[in-house]
């Protein structure tokens, strides 16, 4: 069975300082991997995806995300943050051989601060 | 781009109500799902299909039907509402590694 952790389900970030945001996940395999955006009142958005190629992945918005498998990580950066930010994020897992079914984690709330 | 469209943004119910959310995709992928997101919990996997007529259960099925007889479309049931059911319903159609989803129905059992 796979699960994912967020750790912190709210965050507090001045505009134009680093956001970081952290999962882990419990998986018996290397899975995909991947960080979901919500804003209010929408559904979700794709920001990245792992899928067993590069360790370090580049997703929209500025964002990046790196796999570390010793650490079962895949934590959420970005260098400097903006207004536009403010939003959940949700990390989520699925496993390579169902795709498609994902395993989400709790949710992280962005706040983003003048 | 891929769009996926949810019948309602908002529904309100009564207890006992029969209970129909529809999802369509306009991209002709193969696999669909429905989670239910709530505060603190994420989203969760209700029900999925891989293709037309094929239905599997995710990890709380309980309460909820699907139907899929058509690609497009993905239905999920709630044959009889009840107030524990209140939750922001997510429909997603999975295309070459990617999840798109809708927007989202906010359904409020009474």
């Known amino acids: 069975a796979q699960s994912v952790t967020q750790l912190g389900s709210h965050v507090s970030v001045s505009e134009g300082a680093l956001v970081l945001l952290r999962c882990n996940y419990s998986?018996?395999?290397?899975?995909?991997l991947f960080w979901y955006v919500q804003y209010p009142n929408q559904g979700l958005q794709l920001l990245l995806k792992?899928?067993?190629?590069?360790?370090l992945v580049k997703g929209i918005n500025g964002f990046e995300a790196e796999f570390k498998k010793s650490k079962t990580s895949f934590h959420l950066t970005k260098p400097s943050a903006h207004m536009s930010d403010a939003a959940e994020y949700f990390c989520?897992?699925?496993?390579?051989?169902?795709?498609?079914?994902?395993?989400f984690g709790a949710g992280t709330q962005v706040v983003v601060t003048p | 781009d891929v769009k996926v469209t949810q019948s309602s943004r908002y529904l309100v119910k009564r207890t006992g109500e029969k209970v129909f959310l529809e999802c369509v995709q306009d991209m002709d992928h193969e696999n669909m799902f429905w989670y239910r997101q709530d505060p603190g919990l994420g989203l969760r996997l209700i029900y999925f299909?891989?293709?037309?007529?094929?239905?599997e259960k995710g990890d709380i099925p309980e309460g909820y039907s699907v139907s899929r007889e058509k690609k497009e479309r993905f239905s999920l049931i709630l044959e009889s509402a009840s107030t524990n059911q209140t939750s922001m319903y997510l429909c997603a159609s999975v295309g070459r590694e990617t999840q798109y989803f809708g927007p989202g129905t906010r359904l409020l059992v009474l």
């Open positions: 299909s891989y293709d037309v007529k094929m239905k």
């Open positions: 998986s018996s395999v290397p899975p995909y």
């Open positions: 989520a897992v699925s496993p390579t051989d169902s795709w498609g079914k994902l395993q």
């Open positions: 792992y899928t067993s190629a590069a360790t």
